[in-house]
Nanobody, 115 residues
Framework: QVQLVESGGGLVQAGGSLRLSCAAS????????MGWFRQAPGKQRELVAT???????NYADSVKGRFTISRDNAKNTVYLEMNSLKPEDTAVYYC?????????WGQGTQVTVSS
């Protein structure tokens, strides 16, 4: 079993920045993919960015150039630096970890961007 604890959400004005963190514990395994997804009201959950344990990253087109995902494997923590935030970035952001056993999700953290 894996536990994911997120932090860093909040309210910010358009153009501002936020940094999300997600710390993983439990049966993580060294080879995994950690990432962030988001779900806005009335919409499906969508991928924001992912980071593999060997250094690969992937971003949704809507956040490329504005968001940066990074991870500290020693701390089993993944970060999402969000810059130039837009009102359409408003959503609940969920941390995800996928390893050889299963997919795991955090409880979600609200990000609200005011115009």
């Amino acid at each position: 079993q894996v536990q994911l604890v997120e932090s860093g959400g909040g309210l910010v004005q358009a153009g501002g920045s936020l940094r999300l963190s997600c710390a993983a514990s439990g049966r993580i395994f060294s080879i995994n993919v950690m990432g962030w997804f988001r779900q806005a009201p009335g919409k499906q959950r969508e991928l924001v960015a992912t980071s593999t344990s060997y250094g690969g990253t992937n971003y949704a087109d809507s956040v490329k150039g504005r968001f940066t995902i990074s991870r500290d494997n020693a701390k089993n923590t993944v970060y999402l630096e969000m810059n130039s935030l837009k009102p359409e970035d408003t959503a609940v952001y969920y941390c995800n970890l996928r390893n050889r056993e299963a997919d795991y999700w955090g409880q979600g953290t609200q990000v609200t961007v005011s115009s």
